[in-house]
């Protein structure tokens, strides 16, 4: 049994924002089961549920941390998840008590404040991620000998510098660090602006941060990498394109850095947790009927279709809660072919690739329809709305711009193909549930997207351009239309080989358990 403490500032079921919260709980999830003593660590933010944990302890202690050349008092609430029986520890302090979003400012605050923009990363940003790591590190004071970590797995940028603070405490000097990179691209970094407002937060001294600098600013994986923490990243493949100088762009300089400095970094494929998406039972899957993809079960798939068209139809609230709906679809025929996208409309899903090219398809196909769902970018978001607005594609293209659980699930689940354009895309997680709906995924050939079959469990294209995209749906649409049992065959296995490959226990069980326990020996 080993002690393994997770950092993260999201967790499924407690405070969500991207694709680390699904990680976060899925680890805490298997590491317990597999019998390790897990805790995870979280600052208590405005938006956390307490509706998945059970024993709630609150204020358990108070710690003083020295903080940009002040002292703040935190205090400490232990709970325990309701289902898993892992142990989470809560960090509380008003910086992350008055937000109402992870790392983002909602619409209500900036009508509160017009200086906190809606989708802006929180002004305090710098402020929220040193207390908290030092606060992680404070907690070592707190625990008994036998209770202190052997691993301590910190999620992403956010949390990257915990081991700056760990490698020189006594009582954490011995534990693994471990710092996982979900995403390297532009604006997720969290860096400092410079060495003085890296010493000014931190109060180490200037010479700890000349090795950790990108274009001047100290850099949070730098600065783990440093103190000998492993780098790891969710897939091989983007653990290849992070070393790899070609992808400075998308890296914001960083993989030059890696490839410089020969810095390793170790690729896991995140897994899914299948049974927070299971079509075989609605009440897991948020759909109105169940279905078995690997078992040609595909009834309920497109009864749950004409479900969403119905509703979409009669504009049902239920439907369309946080949702505006532009455009609207015709009743389909048996020869209808569904192109979805859903999730966030960022410009680094390729969703510009995604609005050029879709004219064109529907030009060519009059038996093709096409749902857009999700929010982000404005200009992205206008680009579908005009698209809407197009009479040449009246009846033929829906935009539902906003979120909510029940309208993203229906509208993967509605696709015969879903288009994920990405130019990066370090993992992904849309291809697997797409996947596990009989779904299959048309998708750009970078990062962890290549972890989808050619042919086999999908389709694949590059380069990712409006022209290479055109062709590979035209590909899709054609098979569809004549070659219908190899599409059924290619549905039957996908879902299969997810479930086989993919499934979170397998990959904790594989993969995390042996790497934690070589680092300990």
């Known amino acids: 049994m080993m002690n393994i403490w997770i950092a993260s500032h999201e967790c499924s079921g407690i405070a969500e924002a991207g694709g680390v919260k699904n990680v976060t709980f899925s680890l805490c999830k298997e590491l317990q089961a597999c019998g390790n003593n897990t805790v995870l660590f979280m600052p208590e933010f405005g938006c956390t549920s307490y509706s998945h944990i059970k024993d709630l302890e609150k204020n358990i202690f108070n710690a003083e941390i020295n903080i940009a050349e002040k002292t703040e008092l935190v205090s400490y609430s232990k709970a325990v998840s309701t289902d898993y029986g892992f142990t989470i520890i809560f960090v509380n302090h008003l910086c992350f008590t008055s937000k109402e979003a992870v790392y983002t400012y909602t619409e209500n605050e900036e009508k509160l404040n017009p200086e906190h923009k809606k989708g802006w990363g929180h002004l305090d940003a710098k402020f929220i991620d040193t207390l908290f790591a030092k606060s992680v590190d404070a907690f070592s004071k707190y625990t008994r000998i036998e209770d202190l970590p052997h691993i301590i797995h910190c999620q992403d940028a956010s949390t990257a510098t915990i081991p700056l603070y760990t490698s020189n405490n006594p009582l954490l000097k011995s534990a693994k660090t471990i710092v996982t990179i979900h995403n390297a691209g532009p604006y997720y970094h969290h860096e400092y602006a410079d060495t003085d407002e890296a010493v000014f937060y931190t109060g180490f001294p200037p010479k700890t941060f000349e090795k950790c600098l990108n274009k001047g600013k100290p850099e949070p994986f730098l600065i783990a990498a440093e103190t000998g923490t492993l780098l790891t990243t969710?897939?091989?493949?983007?653990?290849?394109?992070?070393?790899?100088?070609?992808?400075?762009?998308?890296?914001?300089?960083?993989?030059?850095?890696?490839?410089?400095?020969?810095?390793?970094?170790?690729?896991?494929?995140?897994?899914?947790?299948?049974?927070?998406?299971?079509?075989?039972?609605?009440?897991?899957?948020?759909l109105p009927y169940d279905f078995s993809p690997e078992k040609g079960d595909l009834q309920g798939k497109y009864l749950s279709r004409m479900y969403f068209l119905e509703k979409l139809s009669k504009n049902d609230p239920e439907i369309l809660v946080d949702i505006k709906k532009y455009g609207n679809l015709k009743e389909p025929d048996s020869e209808t072919i569904f192109l979805v996208y859903q999730g966030r409309l960022a410009s680094q899903k390729g969703l510009k690739v995604l609005s050029d090219t879709l004219p064109a398809i529907l030009s060519k196909n009059e038996n093709i329809r096409v749902i857009v769902t999700g929010q982000g970018e404005s200009e992205l978001e206008k680009s579908f709305t005009l698209l809407s607005e197009n009479p040449d594609f009246s009846g033929r293209f829906v935009f539902l711009n906003g979120y909510n659980r029940k309208a993203a699930r229906l509208t993967v689940a509605s696709g015969d193909f879903i288009i994920l354009p990405s130019f990066f895309e370090p993992c992904g997680l849309e291809d697997f549930i797409a996947e596990l709906y009989g779904t299959l995924p048309v998708a750009s050939r970078t990062g962890g997207l290549q972890k989808i079959l050619d042919g086999k469990t999908g389709f694949l294209y590059s380069p990712n351009t409006a022209e290479k995209l055109e062709e590979k749906i035209q590909e899709a649409i054609n098979m569809q239309i004549s070659e219908k049992d190899r599409i059924y065959e290619m549905i039957k296995y996908g879902a299969s080989y997810t479930r086989t490959e993919y499934a979170w226990d397998k990959v904790v069980k594989n993969e995390y358990i042996p790497l934690f326990e070589a680092l300990v020996k």
């Open 234 to 286: 969710v897939s091989p493949f983007y653990a290849e394109e992070l070393t790899d100088p070609e992808n400075n762009d998308t890296t914001d300089g960083l993989a030059g850095i890696f490839a410089e400095k020969n810095i390793p970094i170790t690729g896991i494929t995140n897994g899914i947790d299948v049974d927070l998406y299971e079509p075989k039972y609605t009440s897991i899957s948020h």
